[in-house]
């Protein structure tokens, strides 16, 4: 929907001239985010300062029935920040204050443009730990990380986003503001509205502030790095060590090409990877006793003796460990450097991963395209880079797409899901059908409506078309 300039004259009203981008160069920066190459500019990029500047923006919206997309840093990777139907891209970048740090209750309230990076780090220096840790934190914002449920390395041990948000200040599509719960532990008051925004992709309402759990920081780990010479018994590994007994603060899947690509992109890393193998395992085991972490690395070791592995690496020097996590949260970087991709984010419960991964080659091979798997193996949650190397265009349109739709059936059938941690956006949403049957998406599509009946807030997101 194209904004007119009667409407556009009633948002300078609200934010001011200098807060309204209406050129296409502007336009188009905003249009995208880390979604392949689309670009879905809207008609005008609006940056309020506060969520009262925000309702008057959405009340607007709804009386006109002008379509709104939330943008936030726009690093996500399902879509989910496209101006899809143009309308007003309403941008949270002025909101990026840390509101306080309650050191007594163990919480922080923040804006939703904090980078999650500098949220981590400012919890940090009153020794207490944010754990959720995406790849992209040091660009991504604590309102995406929200809206997407966002995981990443240390989720296998401290669970993801939902697990540390208490409270949300959000405006709804109708302008009204409302809190969604209470800085709380336990609430067992009524339905769960803030754990409902959370992961919702945007489409309930525009969050505007959020309060988080803290924990104290630990004190120690110890990080490896463990060559397999078959990637599946790296995927069998996973199981084996939980099995045992040990729940590690990390645990990460590279394969072979994800690290020679990744070796290629940062040259200055000496990592030396034998020809022989084939996959790795990133281990972490965290907390505040030396003497317990060395003898979960030995348990560790114990276990990966079932296995063919090369000489392992005990990181001995925090450059060192900063090396080998730089070498892993690379890798999308260094994939997507290396040619035209696809990414897909499939979670499988972790036993499954070894018939996870095979399929994905097999699925590959029957349609004719490469794939680098790599990911939170800790958690079930490995990520498919689907390469277009050296297929035609014609095959990248057609072939893809139902390579796609059968990894996702694969995924499905070994009781996962389409999503770990990206979300579903704009690129997944015709595959829902997969994991859904009607009545499951007629009822999100109903609590949608509830909340925002003209549809008006980032609308075309989630549901098949």
Known sequence: MIVSLQIIGFLIDIVGIKNILFDKESLDHYGHD?????????????KPANATEISEIMKLANEYKIPVTPLGARTGLSGGALCIHKG???????????????????????????????????VAEKGLFYPPDPSSQGSCWIGGNVAENAGGARAVKYGVTKDYVLNLEIVLPNG??????????????????????VGSEGTLGIITKIVLKLI???????????????????????????RAGIIPSALEFMEREAIDWTLKFIPNLNVKVHDAVQAHLLIEVDGNYPEILFAEAEKIMTVLEQFETDDVLFADTEDQKNALWKMRRSVAEA???????????????????????????QIGKKYGFQSV???????????????KGTMTDENWKTEVTKGIREIFELTVSLKGTLSGEHGIGFVQKNYMDIAFSETHLQLMKNIKGVFDPNNILNPGKIFPD
């Open 34 to 46: 880390e979604t392949e190459d689309f670009v879905f500019p809207p008609s005008v990029v609006v």
């Open 88 to 122: 007003i891209g309403l941008s949270t970048e002025r909101l990026n204050k840390i509101v306080r740090i309650d050191e007594q209750n163990l919480q922080i309230e923040v804006e939703p443009a904090v980078i999650t990076q500098v949220l981590r780090e400012a």
């Open 176 to 197: 009204e503001i409302i809190w969604t719960g209470a800085n709380t532990l336990k609430n067992s008051t009524g339905y769960n509205l803030t754990q409902l925004m």
């Open 216 to 242: 104290p920081k630990n004190n120690h780990n110890v990080l490896m790095l463990v060559p397999f010479y078959n990637a599946s018994e790296a995927c069998e590994a996973v199981s084996a060590i939980f």
């Open 335 to 361: 994939v997507k450097a290396n040619s035209i991709y696809k990414e897909e984010d499939t979670v499988v419960p972790r036993y499954e991963l070894p018939k996870l991964l095979m399929g994905i080659k």
């Open 373 to 387: 798997c790599y990911g939170h193996a800790g958690d079930g949650n490995l990520h498919v880079n689907i390469i």
